[in-house]
């Protein structure tokens, strides 16, 4: 174990909804403080949720394992949680001497003391504005000892209109491949980008209280998402739009800046990465795997595949995923639509495009295949081709092996709510 006073901070900041819609991964949006994070340490440009839906995800962060393995697969707000067995990050670090603290949401247990922390700060909203007063008191005069802090931001989740924020102009954005390019489509991203402004504010204000405090050269910083932004075929997909996310890491004196990483990262490697950073080892019994040495300017490698799930949301919708360097393979169960939308999407003017409409009338498909060289806003579905049946093939029996490694239950059946949960009462007879 490393001597105490060896051991890194830790702050992380995991924002909502968020995917990696930032001016340093080239969105168009102008996020100055976040973009001088990514240039002082290193950009991964594919790192990946387990899920895209939040609860979940933030439970693969918080565990390092996948959401079927948890037991989290669905919202805490509608009766799912992590179970008490599963240890979380605060609850690892402890060993290692360090003490936690949670700013803002925290949406892995229904009870927001429940996440192992030592002390929960605030309450209320969990925007910016909120936040960061507690935030920067702590940062400015902080405790003795390593410290794990964790930020949890509502700011981009919709519904986007707020007069907090100043939208962009609708004519300076960048719609992304995957959506139709429409004025009504340009409005929505230009009332996010302010808000993802608020949160590059935000950012700012945080990293300049840390020096302030005197500990911005021995903290390692992570930011990060917990899925894509809230617009169809993002959210709540397995598309890289549904499943990409931000992750910036800046660690002073053993991190080089101003690096970029294509290494396939998967959110569950952040806690076996933060533990070993710790002085720990990794922990036995999890799906992640530490990329330290990646941080410490060893080789640029990481997996050569990540899976990702998606079981509940507003609605039981199960789908699993594998994705290369190369190709990405969706397979689905059940019958519905093509294109399922989330209830904070659904009413959107996004949502109502003939294009997006189309999509959600047609029926599901039950395999999709992309070719992510050619394709990277995955529009054409391959799983037809017959030149490409052997590559399907192997991506098909690499995802079936996998889910018979980490016990997949759907491959049992269908997945079953907890009882008492709106979900469970939602599929009650189907």
């Not at 918080?62 to 008490?84: F, I, K």
């Not at 990293?207 to 500990?215: D, I, N, Q, T």
């Not at 009882?419 to 599929?427: F, I, K, L, N, P």
């Amino acid at each position: 174990m490393l001597a105490r006073e060896a051991r890194p901070n830790i702050l992380m900041v995991i924002c909502h909804d968020l995917g990696r819609h930032l001016g340093c991964y080239g969105a168009g949006v102008q996020t100055p403080n976040l973009d001088r994070l990514a240039a002082e340490g290193l950009r991964f440009t594919h790192n990946f949720c387990t899920t895209p839906l939040c609860s979940p995800s933030r439970g693969s962060i918080q565990t390092g394992r996948y959401p079927h393995r948890t037991g989290l697969m669905g919202l805490v707000n509608r009766g799912w949680t992590l179970p008490a067995g599963e240890p979380t990050l605060a609850e690892r670090l402890r060993s290692a001497g360090y003490r936690s603290w949670l700013f803002g949401l925290q949406h892995e247990r229904r009870e927001r003391t429940a996440m192992g922390y030592d002390t929960v700060v605030g309450e209320g909203p969990a925007h910016a504005d909120a936040v960061l007063p507690h935030l920067e008191a702590f940062l400015r005069e902080p405790p003795d000892g390593p410290f794990l802090a964790v930020v949890g931001l509502t700011e981009t989740h919709r519904p986007f209109r707020n007069a907090r924020y100043t939208p962009d102009d609708p004519a300076t954005v960048r719609v992304p491949g995957y959506l139709p390019d429409r004025p009504e489509v340009r409005q929505e991203i230009a009332e996010l980008q302010g808000l993802v402004k608020k949160v590059d504010t935000f950012v700012g204000q945080t990293l300049a209280a840390l020096e302030a405090g005197g500990r911005g050269h021995n903290t390692l910083v992570v930011f990060t998402a917990d899925h894509g932004i809230a617009f169809p075929r993002a959210k709540s997909t397995l598309y890289d739009s549904g499943i990409g996310t931000a992750l910036l890491v800046r660690w002073p004196g053993t991190c080089a800046a101003g690096r970029t990483s294509e290494a396939l990262i998967s959110n569950v490697d952040l806690l076996p990465t933060l533990v070993e950073a710790a002085g720990l080892a990794a922990p036995a019994g999890i799906d992640g795997r530490s990329f330290l040495d990646l941080l410490r300017g060893g080789p640029d490698r990481g997996r050569d595949a990540i899976f990702a799930e998606k079981n509940y949301h507003d609605a039981y919708d199960p789908m699993r995923a594998v994705r290369t360097d190369r190709f990405k393979l969706i397979r689905r169960w059940g019958d519905g639509p093509d294109l399922v939308l989330p209830k904070d999407i659904a009413p959107s003017p996004s949502a109502a495009t003939p294009e997006i409409a189309a999509a959600t009338a047609r029926p599901r498909r039950q395999v999709e295949l992309y070719d992510l060289a050619h394709d990277p806003w995955e529009c054409r579905d391959l799983a037809g081709d017959a030149s490409l049946v052997e590559e399907r093939t192997a991506l098909e029996a690499r995802l079936q092996r996998w889910m018979e490694e980490t016990g997949d239950p759907l491959l049992r059946g269908p997945v079953a709510a907890p009882a008492g949960s709106v979900d469970a009462r939602e599929t009650e007879g189907r």
